[in-house]
């Protein structure tokens, strides 16, 4: 029996993060790139110049969209253009991988969910830190209940640029603590207050620290900043039996978990006044667990490419990445309004 032909991928959007998409697709031995295209010609000349399989380049995404011979289509344009072309390309019958966040507006984000399914589309968003590996392994630490009952998580994700005019740093950034926490919780936040600053540019905040609270009273924060001096990745896991950092920086110890917890049921039988607000704090030893490799935007495009062969709803669908927007959409409207304690299923 003959092999299926390969799948022939049209990838929109070479900027800073496309072509790490297309380099991936290229790799894959059940696809070939087709079509790659850009508003920005010196683009297109730059990734052909790496990757010599490309043979056909555009500066019309909406040629590109509806090449009859592409069965998908990849995007990562700037996030306000992300609603038009996914729309335009699941209307021309392509599945779509669409970089994250899959739009800038709760409706539009369902709408987009309900078409693919409509016109039975496979619709992928890029939340690529849910294709890695050291994410995937704290699930399993909360899943099995080895960390105990969640307290609280902390996530910074900061640096010195890139600066973006489409979006604020909350849209950027915390699309991937979102896609991130909601996974791991395998729930998603009720309610939001959020603080934000624009000091670059009028209007969109370049610092934005939001507070969600989950169910079981899970406390959420997120820092999200493109105006800091370093460039930091990193989620603190508080349980009651243990506690994660997750570092994606440090790539010889993205995982470090502390045995180290509070127990407040082992209380002395007799406490005075002062006693009883005496904890036992246990200290543990760090264990820094053995995480698999594995490039994660590579596991996203291989996941992609098995879901259209198999028909099956990606672990990133646009159902997830609606949770996602809802969470973002909340946070802002809290910011707008001075920081106001905000019901993220509102809108
Ligand atoms: N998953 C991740 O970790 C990750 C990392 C970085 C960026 N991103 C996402 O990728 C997307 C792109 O980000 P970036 O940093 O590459 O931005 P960028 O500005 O560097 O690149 C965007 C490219 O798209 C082109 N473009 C703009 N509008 C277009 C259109 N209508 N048709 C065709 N080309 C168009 C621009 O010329 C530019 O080359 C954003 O949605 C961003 O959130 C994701």
């Known amino acids: 029996m003959n092999p299926d032909p390969p799948l022939t991928i049209n990838c929109i959007g070479l900027g800073h993060w496309g072509p790490n998409l297309v380099r991936a697709i290229a790799l894959h031995p059940s696809a070939r790139v087709g079509v790659v295209c850009d508003l920005d010609a010196s683009r297109l000349d730059l990734v052909c110049r790496n990757i010599p399989s490309i043979q056909q380049t555009s500066t019309d995404p909406l040629a590109t969209i509806q090449d009859p011979l592409a069965n998908a289509v990849v995007i990562a344009t700037p996030t306000s253009t992300h609603y038009s072309l996914v729309k335009a390309a699941l209307l021309a019958g392509k599945h779509v991988l669409v970089e994250k966040p899959l739009a800038l507006r709760v409706n539009e984000a369902r709408e987009l969910a309900q078409l693919a399914q409509n016109e039975n589309r496979i619709l992928a968003v890029g939340h690529v830190f849910l294709f890695n590996k050291g994410v995937q392994f704290v699930r399993s630490l909360i899943e099995t209940g080895e960390l105990g009952p969640i307290n609280y998580i902390f996530s910074t994700r900061t640096n010195l640029g890139p600066f973006r005019t489409d979006c604020n740093a909350l849209w950027d950034l915390a699309s991937h603590d979102l896609s991130i926490i909601n996974f791991w919780l395998g729930t998603t936040p009720i309610s939001v207050t959020a603080r934000g600053q624009a000091f670059l540019n009028p209007q969109i905040e370049d610092v934005v620290i939001a507070n969600y609270t989950y169910p079981e009273n ?118 707008k309004s001075q920081s106001v304690l905000t019901l993220v299923s509102e809108e």
């Open 218 to 335: 899970v406390l959420a924060c997120v820092h999200s900043s493109w105006l800091n001096p370093s460039k930091v990745r990193q989620i603190t896991v508080v349980g009651q039996k243990k506690m994660v950092i997750f570092d994606d920086m440090n790539v010889d110890a993205p995982i470090r978990i502390f045995l180290k917890s509070v127990d407040i049921q082992n209380q002395p039988e007799y406490v005075d006044s002062y006693g009883t607000f005496r904890m036992n704090i246990r200290q543990g030893d760090v264990v820094i667990p053995h995480i698999p490799g594995g490039e994660p935007v590579a596991n996203q495009i291989n996941h992609f490419i098995d879901c259209i062969q198999t028909s099956t709803k990606p672990i990133n669908s646009a159902d997830i990445a609606v949770d996602v927007i809802q969470g973002l959409a909340a946070a802002e409207r809290s910011m």
